[in-house]
DNA sequence: CGTTTTTGACCAGCGC
DNA sequence: GCGCTGGTCAAAAACG
């Protein structure tokens, strides 16, 4: 990786190696060290850049239909990201080409603005859709046998998702919420398996996978989906508080296991900061341009951005 | 000892 | 209807 790109990201750059023009979301011009022409947020008619951010995501800031509206606009301008508008729900629908990525990310609620996901989580996510082996009557049954007498397949909706590709030789970066695993799957036509993760708060429905690109191996994948509705919590191993300490952070070594400070702050609930509401820009000006990830509507897509990416990077 | 990870089994959705 | 695959459960093991 050409030496020039490295100085460009900050030391704890947990990204570095990534070509920052690989991430059309970030727009750079608080920076000014755009490193190429990079065709930032403006670009996409009706989306803001600096009202995207993963964080905004997961709080649901954003709603999903500039979301959705964005990646649909946005492939003319980047040769990474291609537009995918997976408006209807089969998962299968790109097998032959997507299937080792699993399954495109699914349809946008048609009401996003939210609802949706609170429900699902504040029923403890589990009631979701969590097939009921229904052992013989269990208490906590109801949430299963609720489930078994559901006659009716009422599709599960599904958390509109988003990916991350993110180059690091960890599988599963800290970001600041805490996680536990649920299962491990192999990925069909990859040697990596996939994890999936369950934020551990108790009202909290965040789930993510996070699987490695058998494309290009530096790179991880982590997709997430639903929003945090809480705030960061101060037992994470290791001290929140601490991850979130500027100082500590800036003179972190180690960054390469964690999402960059202004990444990490914007988990925190953006209401505290901007009464006003205009929080997005405020938090947005702090996002350093090394903060790079890129955020993918569809997950069946991924593999071509790896390729693409990998392409970049490639004199 | 409480929490997290591992892992095999199970279930739902989808294509054929 | 069958088989495949992704996603989830849950018991046991591992960990701190």
């Not at 011009?29 to 993963?54: C, E, H, V």
């Not at 949706?116 to 097939?131: G, I, L, P, T």
């Not at 009716?152 to 991350?164: H, L």
């Given at each position: 990786m050409s030496s020039n790109e490295?100085?460009?990201?900050?030391?704890?750059?947990?990204?570095?190696?990534?070509?920052?023009?690989?991430?059309?979301?970030?727009?750079?011009?608080?920076?000014?060290?755009?490193?190429?022409?990079?065709?930032?947020?403006?670009?996409?008619?009706?989306?803001?850049?600096?009202?995207?951010?993963?964080?905004?995501?997961?709080?649901?800031?954003?709603?999903y239909n500039s979301l959705s509206r964005a990646f649909d606009m946005s492939c003319s301008s980047s040769d990474v990201v291609s537009p995918i508008h997976d408006s209807s729900n089969s998962k299968k629908t790109g097998t032959a080409d997507n299937n080792s990525a699993g399954n495109n990310i699914s349809e946008n609620p048609s009401s996003p603005?939210?609802?949706?996901?609170?429900?699902?989580?504040?029923?403890?996510?589990?009631?979701?859709?969590?097939?009921?082996?229904q052992p013989e009557g269990a208490e906590d049954g109801d949430d299963k046998s609720k489930k078994l007498n559901k006659p009716?397949?009422?599709?599960?909706?599904?958390?509109?998702?988003?990916?991350?590709l993110t180059k690091s030789e960890i599988d599963h970066l800290e970001d600041g919420y805490r996680w536990r695993k649920y299962g491990q799957k192999a990925v069909k036509n990859s040697p990596y398996p996939r994890s999936y993760y369950r934020c551990t708060s108790q009202k909290c429905g965040v789930k993510k996978r996070v699987e490695r690109s058998f494309q290009d191996p530096s790179v991880v994948i982590t997709t997430y989906e639903g929003r945090h509705n809480h705030y960061i919590p101060v037992t994470l191993r290791g001290n929140a508080a601490g991850m979130l300490s500027p100082s500590i952070l800036a003179s972190s070594a180690s960054m390469d296991r964690r999402f960059p400070l202004e990444f990490l702050s914007h988990f925190l609930p953006s209401t505290s900061n901007n009464p006003t509401g205009d929080t997005n820009s405020i938090h947005y000006q702090s996002l350093a341009p090394h903060q790079q990830q890129l955020q993918v509507p569809d997950y069946g897509l991924l593999q071509d951005l790896v390729s693409s990416f990998k392409r970049r990077q490639s004199p």
């Open positions: 490295k100085n460009d990201l900050h030391l704890y750059d947990p990204f570095q190696g990534f070509n920052r023009s690989t991430f059309p979301f970030f727009d750079d011009n608080n920076q000014g060290a755009a490193a190429a022409p990079i065709p930032t947020l403006k670009d996409f008619q009706g989306f803001d850049p600096s009202y995207m951010s993963f964080t905004d995501y997961l709080h649901g800031s954003v709603d603005n939210s609802s949706v996901s609170n429900e699902e989580a504040a029923d403890e996510d589990s009631s979701k859709s969590k097939k009921d082996k009716k397949k009422e599709k599960r909706k599904r958390e509109p998702r988003i990916a991350f």
